[in-house]
Every structure is written in structure tokens, then in C-alpha cells.
């Protein structure tokens, strides 16, 4: 939907950035393809992981204390009835002992869940686990998890190989950087944060929104204070979303983690 708005070429497939470069008063940026391309403004919304953020701030995210190891059922319906039909087309969120299992069904009839635990930040790579191999897995959760319920077993035993391990992180709430005229980011790349108050993908549409239209307003005398406005709210809204999150990720892996939850949901 989001495609079809836009202009024919608006979006270039096929460009996997590489580098790039002061040029003028802009910058050349390079691709994995051999093409380099010359851009007056450059606005990053590459994500966490974002190759363009280095070029603005060296600023890095923290780890959260909080791991989370994906999974996928494939037509869930078929391949994990029980928690399917628990499900019902919407989300489950369970709690015991410091961790969770969060699960969704999607809309082409997919299941997705994670297994959500406090571990070292480097617990994927010492694990011993080969993740494309589900019985392992299952071993795993049953030896991490050894008071849940066997009817979380379905989810194991049927997923799609391989299982994605996903640290949490999350940017400093205090971060800080100087404002370039022809450089900005938005999104993940700008604020990631864990996915514990749902906020992550409202503040990044919000960041576009708000700095489209900076950039297009004649309030502003230049280019470069017309982003160090948007910066600044946005750093100042996302330490809020991000504050919530982190509190809410302790809350949601406490011991008291369901009684909490409990009462959080039916306060609100």
C-alpha cells in the first residue's frame, strides 16, 4: 500500500549502500552494485543497525539485559492447532519465572513467537545451540523454561528452521549530537529501543512525518536548523518511548511478572 503511493522510481531496488562521502554540500554515496550516486540531503531509516548513523554520531546502543529467540510456525492452523485455536487471530502474552513466550498471528496464516529471557548479551554465540536444528531448540526450552506448560512444545516442534536469536537493545535515553545540514536519521537507525511498549514503529512514522515537514516548512532559515528542530523533539519524545520500554521489559521479566502485567492491563 505504502509502494503504491509512491511515484514510478521513487524507491531504487538493488542498491545495497556500501560508504559514502562529503561531496560539495552534499554527499556521494556508494553502492554494492558499482553505482555511486551524488545527494544534496541523505536521511537514514536503515534501521538498528544503521550504516548510515555512524556518519552523524558515534554514539552506540546498550544491551538491554534481554534476549529474544524468534520463531515461525507456517500455517499454524495445520501445524499447531492447540495454539492456534488459543490464539484465536490475536496475540498471547505469557509470564512465569522471569520469562515470557510472545506469540501473534499474522495475516498470511503464520504464527510468530518469541521466546523472551534475561541471559549474558553473548548467550547466542556461547550457547552450544545450532539454531536450524528444532529439536535442539526444544531441548533448550525445555531445560530454560522446565515449569511452562508442555502445550508451548507445539511451537517448537513445528517451526521453520532456523530460530533467530535477537539481542535487545536500546540507544542512550541522553544522546546527543550536533545538527549537519544535509544529514539526518529516523527510526530504529535514530532510537532503537525494545519492543516492550509498542512504540517503535509509531515513533519512526511520526519522525518522518514531523520531518517532512521541517524540511518543507518556510519557517526555518536553513536547512540545518530546520533538522536540528526535528532532532531535538524527536530525541526528546523517543527517551520517553524508550524509558517506558526498558521499564516495561523489567516488569515483564520480574517474578511478579504476571500479577503485574495483570493489573497493568486492567488499570488501562
Keep these: 500500500m505504502l509502494l503504491e503511493s509512491l511515484q514510478p522510481e521513487t524507491v531504487i531496488w538493488n542498491s545495497h549502500f556500501i560508504a559514502m562521502e562529503k561531496y560539495d ?22 534501521g538498528a543497525n544503521s550504516k548510515i548513523r555512524p556518519y552523524l554520531t558515534d554514539i552506540k546502543p546498550f544491551y538491554s539485559g534481554i ?10 492452523e495445520a501445524n499447531a492447532p492447540f495454539i492456534h485455536a488459543l ?23 503464520n504464527l510468530g513467537f518469541y521466546a523472551s529471557f534475561k ?51 536500546c540507544m542512550p535515553l541522553d544522546q546527543n549530537w550536533e545538527a549537519l545540514p544535509n544529514l539526518t536519521i529516523i527510526g530504529d537507525a535514530a532510537h532503537v529501543m525494545p519492543p516492550f511498549a509498542g512504540e517503535g514503529a509509531n515513533m519512526a512514522m511520526l519522525d518522518a512525518l514531523e520531518l517532512s515537514e ?37 516488569k515483564m521479566h520480574s517474578k511478579d511478572a504476571l500479577s503485574t502485567m495483570m493489573e497493568f492491563f486492567t488499570a488501562h
Excluded: C
Excluded at 534476549?67 to 499454524?76: A, K, P, Q, R, Y
Excluded at 518556510?218 to 530546520?226: G, N, R, S, V
Excluded at 519524545?237 to 517506558?244: D, H, I, L, Q, T
Design 25 to 46: 554540500e552534499g554527499w556521494l554515496l556508494h553502492f554494492k552494485n558499482g553505482n555511486s550516486v551524488y545527494a544534496d540531503i541523505v536521511i537514514g531509516s536503515d
Design 214 to 250: 521541517n524540511l518543507t516548512s518556510d519557517k526555518f532559515e536553513t536547512l540545518q536548523e530546520a533538522i536540528a528542530d526535528y532532532e531535538i523533539k524527536m530525541r526528546n519524545r523517543a527517551a520517553v518511548a524508550m524509558k517506558e520500554s526498558l521499564e516495561n521489559g523489567e
Design 119 to 169: 541471559t549474558e548479551e553473548s548467550w547466542a554465540k556461547n550457547s552450544g545451540i545450532d539454531f536450524s536444528d528444532t529439536k535442539q531448540v526444544l531441548d533448550w526450552f525445555q531445560q530454560k523454561y522446565p515449569e511452562w506448560d508442555k502445550v508451548w512444545y507445539e511451537l517448537f516442534e513445528n517451526a521453520e528452521a532456523p530460530f533467530i536469536p535477537r539481542p535487545i537493545y
Design 67 to 76: 534476549t529474544m529467540l524468534e520463531g515461525n510456525v507456517h500455517d499454524s
Design 87 to 109: 490464539t484465536n487471530g490475536g496475540k498471547i502474552m505469557a509470564f512465569g519465572n522471569t520469562k515470557n513466550v510472545l506469540l501473534g498471528q499474522k495475516g498470511d496464516g
